[in-house]
């Protein structure tokens, strides 16, 4: 159902059974799949390429211009997968010239105000509460979570299964299964309780805590810490993908543990 008071620009590809409300505006470059709902005053602008199931409230802004003053109205995308909730005010810009899309996976949850800037990568079952800005270029993995309020640097990396803290400014990348703190950027343990609620084991959560504490808690360096977590840790998917993780960061990790006593 298209509302009368709602404008889709003619050239706009619009899936079955989507609804748009008054005073919502898609432009003319514009995919949106099956079942998806759009909300008043919403409006998605050229580039969108939206999958089924989404749902984009009020006075949300889909795949609008860079905020990157090199940007010089390339043609770009904003590619977003399956059953999103995109809450009230999200602005999310689409790509430029140094990727050339922004991309989204399916299953998140962006609440109100959630800034997502332009070339960013996000994957699938994320949840960024309110007022989170991600700059451009920053990449977050599957099963994040962000708490209200953080802010997270360009072209910073944030691995699968980690936790922010409200409030963090996050400028160095974040290993995945971890929780950082929103005052130090300091290691805070293991995400035992989504890790636990995502299926893992106990004998594997374990194993990802004993990697963690000599990565972060054993005094060693990262990368004489990645060299002693494969001699003493069993080798699987998980323990690899923390320590390429590592190995592979381009802007530095987060600090390692230190006691919020001794730094008082």
């Given at each position: 159902m298209?509302?009368?008071?709602a404008?889709?620009?003619?050239?706009?590809?619009?899936?079955?059974?989507?609804t748009v409300?008054?005073?919502a505006?898609?432009?003319?470059d514009?995919?949106l799949?099956?079942d998806?709902?759009?909300?008043?005053?919403a409006?998605i602008?050229?580039?969108?390429r939206?999958g089924?199931?989404?749902?984009i409230?009020?006075?949300?802004?889909?795949?609008?211009?860079p905020?990157d003053?090199?940007?010089?109205?390339?043609?770009?995308?904003c590619e977003?997968?399956?059953y999103?909730?995109i809450?009230e005010?999200v602005t999310?810009?689409?790509?430029?010239?140094s990727?050339?899309?922004?991309?989204i996976?399916s299953?998140?949850?962006?609440?109100a105000?959630v800034?997502?800037?332009?070339?960013?990568?996000?994957?699938?079952?994320?949840?960024?509460?309110?007022?989170?800005?991600?700059a451009?270029e920053?990449?977050?993995?599957d099963?994040?979570?962000?708490g209200?309020?953080?802010?997270?640097?360009?072209?910073?990396?944030?691995?699968?299964?980690s936790m922010?803290?409200g409030?963090a400014?996050l400028?160095?990348d974040?290993?995945?299964?971890?929780?950082v703190?929103?005052?130090?950027?300091?290691?805070?343990?293991i995400n035992?309780?989504g890790?636990?609620?995502?299926?893992?084991?106990?004998?594997?959560?374990?194993?990802?805590?004993?990697a963690?504490?000599?990565?972060f808690?054993?005094?060693?360096?990262y990368?004489n810490?990645?060299n002693?977590v494969e001699q003493?840790?069993p080798?699987?998917?998980?323990?690899?993908n923390?320590?390429?993780?590592i190995r592979?960061?381009?802007?530095?990790?987060?600090?390692p543990?230190?006691?919020?006593?001794?730094e008082?």
């Amino acid at each position: 159902m298209i509302s009368k008071l709602a404008y889709v620009h003619p050239d706009a590809k619009l899936g079955n059974n989507v609804t748009v409300e008054p005073f919502a505006c898609i432009a003319g470059d514009v995919v949106l799949g099956d079942d998806c709902w759009v909300g008043p005053g919403a409006v998605i602008h050229d580039g969108a390429r939206i999958g089924k199931g989404c749902r984009i409230h009020t006075a949300a802004s889909v795949s609008c211009l860079p905020q990157d003053l090199k940007f010089a109205g390339e043609q770009t995308t904003c590619e977003i997968g399956d059953y999103n909730d995109i809450r009230e005010y999200v602005t999310i810009s689409r790509g430029t010239k140094s990727t050339g899309t922004t991309r989204i996976g399916s299953h998140n949850l962006l609440m109100a105000y959630v800034h997502v800037g332009h070339d960013c990568v996000i994957g699938s079952h994320c949840v960024i509460a309110n007022r989170v800005s991600l700059a451009g270029e920053v990449h977050v993995g599957d099963w994040v979570v962000i708490g209200g309020h953080a802010a997270v640097h360009q072209w910073t990396h944030i691995g699968d299964h980690s936790m922010v803290q409200g409030g963090a400014l996050l400028s160095q990348d974040l290993p995945p299964y971890v929780i950082v703190r929103n005052d130090t950027l300091r290691f805070a343990g293991i995400n035992r309780v989504g890790l636990s609620r995502r299926g893992f084991t106990p004998e594997r959560i374990a194993e990802i805590h004993e990697a963690c504490r000599i990565l972060f808690q054993s005094g060693l360096n990262y990368l004489n810490g990645c060299n002693e977590v494969e001699q003493k840790v069993p080798q699987s998917p998980e323990r690899d993908n923390l320590l390429l993780f590592i190995r592979e960061s381009k802007r530095g990790i987060i600090k390692p543990y230190e006691s919020r006593t001794k730094e008082e």
